[in-house]
């Protein structure tokens, strides 16, 4: 896997975790940061190539409006996620503004991916943002999902949405370099896996259950969204984001986990059954 690959890929999701959007003490969007990682995205659309963007970070930001330490319950996270989603949006559209892009955002249920008619409305809204030359921003709905229709992290959803719209890479940043063969929290000496072609028992064991206080991730479920991307014949990458022009540091060679799908050919790719509208 090169990086050549990633700037030949034609379709590609980037997911943003919470502790990279939002500042964890003071809830304030990074909005410097933000805007390197804008410009890297506004680099891959000049070059011909599509971005769809989904991100964490609503709770996080929206929680600090509720004052309190711990953990918030379900009807507070709910409203931490309306207050949050709507400066998030606003910070991105700030961003993407200053190159000339719009954004539409969509926000999702588990259901909406699952439903053959909510599948094909969701592949269309993305088609139909991008081709008006804005970038989809997408988050769950975590106002309304229930914890039957929730996907439980952003880590699966942008797995299932890359099956959808037959992305070719999903770059996962994080606030890790990527799949380390012990944490390396724990242990300094932990060696950071570069590339997964399959995932064993043993990759398994190698993943922590370690989880942050907002985002709903871990190295596990990251590993979980490996699988359905690899299933769907696309590749993902986990990369540490905090860094400015976090797309261009995996470019040039920064440290990252890739995993590599046996089938490279759309053909093989699953798509659950649904027949795709015809390609914009
Ligand atoms: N949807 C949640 C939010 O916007 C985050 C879920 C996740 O971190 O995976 O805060």
Known sequence: MTTAQLISAHRIIVKIGSALIADGETGDIRGSWLETMIEDVVRFFSRGQQVIIVTSGAVAVGSHHFNKFGVLR????QAAAAIGQVRLMLAFE????RFGFGLGQILLMGEDLRNPHRRLNVLSTVRQILK????????????TATAETRFGDN????????????????ILLSNIDGLFTEDPHDNPSARLITEVRRITPQIEAMAGHSVSRHSSGGMLTKLMAARIAMDAGCNMIIAKGNKSYPLSAIENGGPSTWFVPFARDRSDRHTCGNKLPQAQ
């Open 94 to 97: 700030q961003s993407l503004k």
């Open 132 to 143: 008006v030359g804005a970038v989809p921003v997408i988050n769950e709905n975590d106002t």
């Open 155 to 170: 880590d699966r959803l942008a797995a299932q949405l890359a099956e959808l719209v037959q992305a070719d890479i999903i």
């Open 74 to 77: 379900s009807e507070e996270r």
